[in-house]
């Protein structure tokens, strides 16, 4: 069975931080990994995925995350944190039939 | 990105009414699709599995009477919550495999309240 654990459910930075949001996954075989993004009262928007390949991912918005194998994790970073940046991030995995598994989401907060 | 959508975006309706919930691909077809209830402040719980042309699968735990799905199409699933009650006020989202199939477009949510 696969998992998703994302370490700290609020994390909050100011306006011009790094954000930094974990990720750690378990998975019998090499998954596929996503990172989502909600703002409120919507559904999820793709920031960016791993599936083969260079392991550290450029996403939309400035974001990046690096894949690495021997830590089990997928960890969500921006150099230069914005207020619209402030939303729900989700971090997920995919390797059983398209079916993804969702961690408990990290709210992102950014102070002025 | 393929874009997913969903109507309605917001309902109320009395308990013991059903509500009809649709997710459409705009862009793309999907012979399969995903369902998902979120409770606030909470991570994403997939109900079921739509399947085109074939039975729903659904997840452990969830009623499969209570929440019918009808795949009619390669673009539309539908959720229909029979007998709704008040615990099921929930945030309900649908999403479709497009692509390399390995990743999921989220339509926007609909957001369910029940009296």
């Known amino acids: 069975a696969q998992s998703v654990t994302q370490l700290g459910s609020h994390v909050s930075v100011s306006e011009g931080a790094l954000v930094l949001l974990r990720c750690n996954y378990s998975?019998?075989?090499?998954?596929?990994l996503f990172w989502y993004v909600q703002y409120p009262n919507q559904g999820l928007q793709l920031l960016l995925k791993?599936?083969?390949?260079?392991?550290l991912v450029k996403g939309i918005n400035g974001f990046e995350a690096e894949f690495k194998k021997s830590e089990t994790s997928f960890h969500l970073t921006k150099p230069s944190a914005h207020m619209s940046d402030a939303a729900e991030y989700f971090c997920?995995?995919?390797?059983?039939?398209?079916?993804?598994?969702f961690g408990g989401g990290t709210r992102l907060m950014v102070k002025p | 990105g393929a874009v997913v959508s969903q109507h309605p975006s917001r309902v109320i309706c009395k308990s013991g009414t059903s509500v009809k919930i649709e997710c459409r691909s705009l862009?793309?077809?999907?012979?399969?699709m995903f369902w998902y209830r979120q409770f606030p402040k909470q991570s994403l719980m997939l109900m079921a599995t739509?399947?085109?042309?074939?039975?729903?699968?659904?997840e452990q735990g969830v009623e499969k009477d209570k929440f019918l799905i009808n795949h009619a199409s390669l673009t539309l699933s539908t959720l229909t919550v029979t007998s709704a009650h008040p615990e099921d006020s929930s945030f309900y989202i649908c999403?479709?495999?497009?692509?390399?199939?390995?990743?999921?477009?989220f339509g926007p949510g609909t957001r369910l309240l029940v009296l």
């Open positions: 999403s479709a495999p497009t692509g390399g199939k390995e990743t999921q477009y």
């Open positions: 998975s019998s075989v090499p998954p596929y």
């Open positions: 791993y599936t083969t390949g260079a392991t």
């Open positions: 997920a995995v995919n390797n059983a039939g398209n079916m993804l598994t």
């Open positions: 862009d793309f077809q999907a012979t399969t």
């Open positions: 739509s399947n085109e042309g074939s039975k729903a699968t659904y």
